[in-house]
């Protein structure tokens, strides 16, 4: 082996690790950008909370009808609240309080790094007392997607919702990341995922084992329903059944058949997650004004 050949080597394997390291760096940028004016087809006002991440937390808030429950809106990664505008229009119509805001470090809140679903568990929490403080004697309901719900998931204490709407959550962070590089690079990239794993440490102060919601999923008694897709990539549908069957009960699933991991809301998302939030926050005597209406 000569020496040039040693240096070149050298040199690859250096540039390969830097490169990977620049991955990483990339991957837990903020995501923040305006998001300006609640849209005028909805009723509600700007709101601001501080969370225990340290980020101050953006939002808005949409009042509904007394008893009718109150929904909180958890986007995915690198998204921020305008992601969930069609299920905040739907649930403010059919007469839900609604809360949906901006993760730390996405849309206009504030923070240093994304840490998927670490320091958003705090903005969860902090979500959720929110709630609590000005929808009094509501029940509440979460939808978390992807990063959001494995911020519902990985909260703690645990949040104390009556039902739960779980999209595409990735059971272990390890997992997620393997699945990114397959899906980029092929089968044989997984062998780098301690290679990106790894940096959780020195950039974000968590590890992996910080980053497993299917380790908490047992532990809530919150009626859940998890929605995936049945081609989903990013987190397998067998994953997605792994993180079913670990979750105390009571609980429920839907696959969405051919759906790849996309936004799955659309007209029958409306008619199975309105009819299992009717089932578990609604008053009967709201159901039955509103059907009068």
């Known amino acids: 082996m000569t020496r040039k050949f040693i240096i070149r080597i050298s040199a690859f394997l250096i540039g390969f690790l830097i490169s990977i390291w620049l991955t990483g760096g990339i991957l837990c940028a903020p995501a923040n950008q305006a998001v300006g004016d609640l849209p005028s087809a909805l009723t509600g006002t700007a709101v ?8 101050m937390i953006h939002g808005w808030f949409m009042p509904g009808i007394k008893g009718a429950g109150v929904i909180i809106l958890m986007h995915g990664v690198r998204s921020d609240r305008r992601s969930m505008l069609n299920r905040a229009k739907f649930f403010s119509h059919s007469g839900y309080s609604v809360l949906l805001f901006d993760f730390q470090a996405h849309g206009e809140s504030t923070g240093k790094h994304i840490t998927f679903g670490y320091l958003e ?8 007392s929110f709630v609590l403080a000005n929808a009094p004697d509501e029940k509440i309901g979460v939808v978390g997607i992807s990063m959001g719900g494995a911020a519902t998931l990985l909260a703690s204490p645990l949040l104390n919702a009556d039902a739960m709407v779980l999209e595409m959550v990735y059971p272990t962070i390890t997992q997620a990341i393997a699945n990114r590089l397959s899906m980029r690079l092929g089968r044989w990239a997984e062998i780098l995922t301690p290679l990106l794993s790894w940096q959780l440490k020195p950039r974000l102060g968590i590890s992996a084992e910080d980053l497993c919601p299917i380790n908490k999923v047992g532990k809530i ?9 049945e081609k989903d990539q990013h987190t397998a549908s067998e994953e997605s059944l792994k993180m079913f069957y670990a979750a105390a009960d009571p609980k429920e699933f839907w696959i969405v058949k051919g759906a790849k991991h996309v ?24 159901n039955n004004l509103l059907e009068i209406e």
Request: glycine share 6%; hydrophobic share 40%; proline share 4%.
């Open 263 to 286: 936004d799955l809301y659309g007209k029958e998302y409306e008619q199975r997650v309105s009819a299992f939030f009717q089932k578990h926050l609604r008053q009967k005597q709201v």
């Open 48 to 55: 601001q909370f501080p969370s225990a991440s340290g980020a």
């Open 121 to 128: 568990s705090m903005d969860a929490q902090a979500a959720f």
């Open 221 to 229: 008694t919150t009626p859940k329903l998890f929605i995936f897709g």
